[in-house]
């Protein structure tokens, strides 16, 4: 597509073909990205350490021993997911990803749901990193100066919400100047988290085989049975938090239009990140129950105090003076994964905008560096806002904010597996790979999510729900998934009645894989 050197614009697009369904390039930097450079900026955007330190504890308060259990179940529907996400990939590289896939198979409306359920994960999960950025940063200050006080500077609310701004504005600067520089940022972020966390998993190993751990809890087989949780709502709340800590690996596919060999890249480096991120965390979550146990004292996982960030309260009794590698761990994986995240809202916000379905403005790419920048400048400014407000509402804005991105996340990963389903429904029968990664695996990955998105919302409606957050008696976290889902569906009326033309089917046309 042309591109306006006086606005940096993309004008609205027409449709190549109509076998393509009005498919068509945006302006990004083409062919930036290899397989190492997706899979590094895909576990960056998981932030392992990040979603570590802000979920074991709500995940054995969930399901106690059976944390490695619900780890693998999480697992499942996201490597089924992946496989499904693969395939529409294959057959249609976009920027847009959900919303795109969506709307080829299910038409404007869903389509323009998908996207914005992405869209509003992302913010959410962008306050969440933020705040334990901050959260971190104090805490690393205090152990590099030896003043505890300096810690505590991360409860006033004033001085937690401007270093909030501090963090986003740095992030959103690295994302605005494209993938050259995000991608060698995340190298060496992303290599440091992992070699940390493995340092303090063999470390909790070591302390339980000395007999120094806390709280000793023998390894057990039993440990990775899901079904021996308490209550189908235990498992789905633990379910909903595992899918949290793998979601993030789908960035890969959104810079589908960056990477070199745009049809196969993406979805080998998504399913590889999905694949190392397995494994990492099932060695942190066995270590981690085997040195603290699940018990409530001052540092075992069932203790409500240290709950929200496990491993500032680990760091110091597992890796001993080299604690503030942990912190720094933390502190590098939520900066890192704050500014790698940028990249998803981005770059579909890009594409909405390019077909028509958001402002025109925000199909706008910087002539300089190839990038989104007024997409990327507006996912900052919302994910600030957004922090700022949750921080005063919320008596624990991690915990809330987590279980609601687990809701927005079931939802938008659901609508796209079943988009694969429908949109290559006139061949899954045509060979054997066809029917299990076009047909059962995304059609059995969405149903487990649609199982969980239902369950998950239903019981959010709780006050006691989450950190205990309500407003007139309803749980915060329902409250806070149904303004996201009643914004967007206003925004999405608001749309159609200003620039008609996305969902008349004029610049994206809904479709069949026999039609692409």
């Known amino acids: 597509m042309a591109q306006s050197s006086a606005s940096g614009a993309t004008p609205a697009p027409t449709s190549t073909s109509s076998s393509a369904g009005g498919l068509s390039a945006k302006g990004l930097s083409a062919g930036s990205v ?33 944390m490695p259990g619900i780890f693998m179940v999480g697992f499942i529907p996201m490597l089924l997911v992946a ?56 805490l690393m200050l205090a152990q590099l100066f030896d003043n505890p006080g300096l810690a505590d500077l991360a409860g006033n609310v004033w001085i937690n919400i401007f270093t909030c701004l501090i963090f986003m504005v740095g992030a959103c600067y690295v994302s605005y100047r494209g993938m050259e520089a995000t991608k060698m940022v995340q190298y060496v972020l992303v290599a440091f988290q992992l070699l940390v966390l493995i340092w303090f998993s063999v470390a909790a190993l ?11 809890l023998g390894f057990s087989a039993s440990w990775f049975n899901p079904f021996l949780t308490p209550s189908f709502s235990a498992f789905a709340a633990g379910v909903s938090l595992s899918i949290f800590i793998y979601w993030g690996w789908d960035v890969t596919l959104t810079m589908n239009e960056e990477t070199k060999d745009p049809s196969r890249t993406p979805g080998r480096a998504a399913t590889l990140t999905v694949g190392i991120i397995f494994v990492l965390y099932i060695l942190v979550a066995v270590s981690a129950l085997m040195f603290s146990g699940v018990g409530t004292g001052e540092l075992g996982l069932g203790n409500e105090d240290i709950q929200g960030n496990v491993f500032a309260a680990l760091a110091g009794p597992v890796m001993g003076p080299f604690a503030i590698l ?56 919302v994910a600030w806002g957004f922090y700022a407000v949750m921080r005063v509402l919320s008596t624990d804005v991690l915990t809330d904010t987590i279980l609601t991105l687990g809701i927005m996340i079931c939802f938008y990963y659901g609508v796209t597996a079943f988009a694969c389903v429908w949109f290559f429904r006139r061949e899954v029968f045509s060979s054997t790979r066809a029917f299990l990664l076009k047909l059962l695996a995304p059609l059995l990955g969405g149903s487990i999510l649609a199982v969980i998105f239902a369950t998950t919302l239903i019981d ?26 009643l914004t967007g569906i206003v925004l999405m009326l608001i749309m159609r009645r200003v620039d008609p033309a996305f969902f008349q089917g004029k610049t994206l046309t809904k479709g069949t894989s026999r039609d692409a």
């Open 34 to 66: 290899g397989l190492l450079g997706a899979t590094v900026i895909g576990i960056s955007c998981i932030a392992p350490a990040y979603t570590l330190t802000a979920s074991l504890g709500p995940t054995v308060a969930a399901v106690g021993t059976q």
């Open 83 to 138: 496989l499904g996400y693969r395939e529409l990939n294959n057959a249609m590289p976009d920027a847009g990803t959900s919303f795109t896939w969506a709307t080829r198979a299910f038409g404007p409306w869903l389509g323009w749901m998908g996207g914005w359920g992405l869209i509003v994960a992302t913010v959410v999960v962008l306050s969440n990193l933020a705040g334990v950025a901050v959260d971190f940063f104090y």
């Open 206 to 216: 070591i302390h339980f085989s000395d007999g120094t751990a806390f709280d000793a």
């Open 326 to 381: 942990m912190s720094l761990a933390v502190l590098s994986s939520s900066a890192a994964s704050l500014q790698s995240t940028f990249v998803g809202p981005a770059r579909t916000m890009l594409s909405m905008g390019h077909y028509r379905a958001f402002p025109k403005r925000f199909a706008s790419i910087s002539p300089r560096f190839k990038s989104p920048g007024f997409a990327t400048v507006i996912a900052g400014v």
């Open 460 to 485: 959010s409606t709780n006050p006691e729900y989450g950190s205990g957050s309500e407003i007139g008696g309803v749980g915060l976290v329902f409250i806070l998934a149904m303004v996201l889902f």
